[in-house]
Structure formats: C-alpha cells, structure tokens
C-alpha cells in the first residue's frame, strides 16, 4: 500500500477553515483515499473517503487532484471540539480492508 | 444506533497472566477487526475476521490468537503478557458494501499489564 505522508501538526483558531493535505506518490490505482478522526483514549472515527477530484460530506471535503498523488482533508469553520490527531490512508480495493495508520496530524484548535 | 461494544473497558494483569478480550460488531457487519494502540502510538492492526474465517493478519505476536462466533463476536486471546502489551485494544467493524472503507470502532479496552 502507499506510504501516506502528512504534517505532524498544525494550529488553528475557532471559526477557521483548516486544510490538511497528505501525500501519497505511490498510490495504485485501485487504491482509495479515507481520512480518520481520533481524539484522546477513543477508536479512531470515519471521516470522508474518496477516489478522485472533489468529495463533501456534512462534516468535511476532501479534495483530490487528478495525479491522485495528494489529497487534501479539508475542514470548515473548525471549533475547539475539532481538537484530534487526523490520519490520512490509503486502502487497496483488494479485498483487504484491514487500516494501516501512518503518522497522524495532530490539529490544536485555540479560542 | 447500535455501537461495536467491547468488554472490559479497563484490565489489569500480571505479567505472564492470560488475558481475553471481548468485541461484539454493530448487527449484520461480516467483517471484524482488531487494533493494538500502545502510549502515544498510533493504532497497528492485528487481525481480522470475515465471516468467522480469519481474512488479514497484522503485525500479532504469536502468543495472542483470535477467533470469531457464530453470532459474529469476536474474542482476542492474550497469553504470557508483557509489559509491552499494555496499550488500547480496539474492535472495530465494518459492513460488506463495495467500495467502502468505513469501519466502526468500538471504545477500546485499556490493557495495564504490571
């Protein structure tokens, strides 16, 4: 699977569009791209999964250029409750479901 | 809406003691699967389970085994504790549509092995 890279944190403010972008250059092409959610002592949650170009849900978009090299996790008007560690991976349409976390961004949101 | 459910959510073991952990999947997903998260790491996978065959194997030492139920619960064994196994255990779950990669995890259970 692609080795997925992203910031190790980043800082906001409440009311802020955040936008985490992740790196993935040996993405296949059966291969899609999910974003998860952790915050501390709790199971990672689902945010939003895509394959290509734009993708919204009720809580974020996810946007994917058409080399599918990168993807970027986007979150609007983030508040203090938005505080978590973000993973961005990449799952093979192989039968194999099974996460393979990397590194996640660790965002701190400030009143 | 029904969660993944797991039990206990807190154990306490001696090294070299046995440990089990429970998971129950939310109702009609076929596919479990069960995560080891140690202080500060981030969560490794260790198995998974679809329709009670085991389908991926991660990186599960040799003295932990799994199985899954005909009701679709799943248990993680755990023999011969180590320090090192204390960490969040989680389960999670996951239904079969196509294309999707949504798993649903469970609250975990927090493993203190002393």
């Known amino acids: 699977l692609a080795k997925t890279t992203q910031p190790i944190s980043m800082d906001s403010y409440e009311g802020q569009e955040v936008n985490i972008t992740c790196s993935h250059n040996?993405?296949?092409?059966?291969?899609?791209i999910t974003w998860y959610q952790q915050f501390p002592s709790q199971g990672p949650r689902f945010i939003i999964q895509g394959y290509k170009t734009k993708v919204t849900n009720e809580v974020a978009s996810l946007f994917i250029p058409a080399d599918r090299k990168s993807s970027t996790l986007s979150l609007p008007r983030v508040s203090l409750s938005d505080t978590a560690v973000y993973y961005c991976l990449v799952v093979g349409d192989t039968g194999r479901r099974a996460l393979t976390f990397g590194s996640g961004t660790r965002l701190q949101v400030q009143p | 809406a029904a969660g993944v459910i797991q039990s206990p959510r807190h154990l306490i073991k001696e090294k070299r003691e046995t440990a089990t952990l429970k998971c129950y999947p939310i109702p009609r997903h076929d596919t479990v699967y069960w995560y080891q998260q140690g202080p500060g790491q981030d969560p490794q996978f260790l198995i998974s389970?679809?329709?009670?065959?085991?389908?991926d194997k991660g990186s599960i030492p040799d003295r932990f085994s799994a199985q899954q139920f005909s009701d679709y619960h799943s248990e993680l064994n755990m023999s011969s504790l180590e320090l090192g196994d204390s960490a969040l255990y989680f389960c999670a779950s996951s239904s079969p549509r196509e294309h999707t990669y949504e798993q649903y995890f469970g609250p975990g259970t927090r493993l203190t092995v002393t």
């Open positions: 389970f679809y329709e009670k065959m085991q389908s």
């Open positions: 040996n993405i296949a092409t059966n291969d899609y």
